[in-house]
């Protein structure tokens, strides 16, 4: 057997035990595995390899960091609290327009940090109870959420995979926006009003 198949079997090892087993982040268990396999295969701790590799991503680091700052920020002064009960009183008899505001309100974290978790825990937990209130059943409810906080994921204006594609392959990221905003918004606003209207019995009753 080569070399390198040892060293494959070793860092898999080593990365479902650091993940696992020691509970550490992807990031730091993808280390830990680079060094295992590094050291099997003779060429000792990649050090250098480590800290160019880890900074060749730090302005896409700095843009989540500062996003999710912000996100925080607002979400403790009350502000999407507010922005969702705003949508939900005005528009309640409105399910159309309703879920169409819902649906960039759920996004927008996504849109900024480039992460459907922070949609998902940000805006998603606010909006979840009141579209329960409204009558859509819980496994909808969280299918909303869910692919919601994936479409914001992809739509501008940080677009993570984009950005690694742009990055590693020279291009400028504005080739980007056009597919991003077809793969995002559209399919985001189609998914919303399908769940959404399935049920729209519940909306006339409140």
């Known amino acids: 057997m080569p070399i390198e198949f040892y060293a494959l079997i070793l860092m898999m090892a080593v990365f479902a035990a650091a993940v696992f087993a020691g509970k550490f ?12 396999g590094a050291l099997i295969a003779g060429y000792g701790i990649p050090l250098r390899h480590l800290v160019e590799g880890s900074f060749a991503y730090l302005d896409l680091i700095l843009i989540i960091a500062s996003a999710m700052v912000y996100m925080e920020i607002i979400k403790e002064t009350g502000a999407l609290g507010e922005i969702s009960r705003l949508i939900i009183v005005y528009l309640h008899r409105r399910p159309f327009w309703m879920l169409a505001l819902i649906t960039l309100f759920i996004m927008f974290p996504g849109m900024i940090t480039g992460l459907s978790t922070a949609a998902v825990l940000t805006t998603g937990a606010i909006v979840a109870p009141a579209l329960m209130a409204l009558g859509i059943p819980r496994i909808q409810t969280g299918s909303i959420i869910a ?4 479409y914001g994921m992809v739509a501008p204006p940080i677009n993570v995979p984009a950005m690694i594609i742009g990055g590693g392959r020279g291009h400028a990221l504005y080739r980007f926006r056009a597919a991003p905003c077809l793969c995002g918004y559209s399919p985001g606003h189609h998914y919303l009003q399908f769940f959404g209207l399935s049920v729209p019995e519940e909306y006339e009753s409140r």
């Open 25 to 36: 982040p992807i990031g730091v268990s993808l280390a830990f595995a680079s060094i295992a």
């Open 147 to 150: 692919m919601a906080a994936l």
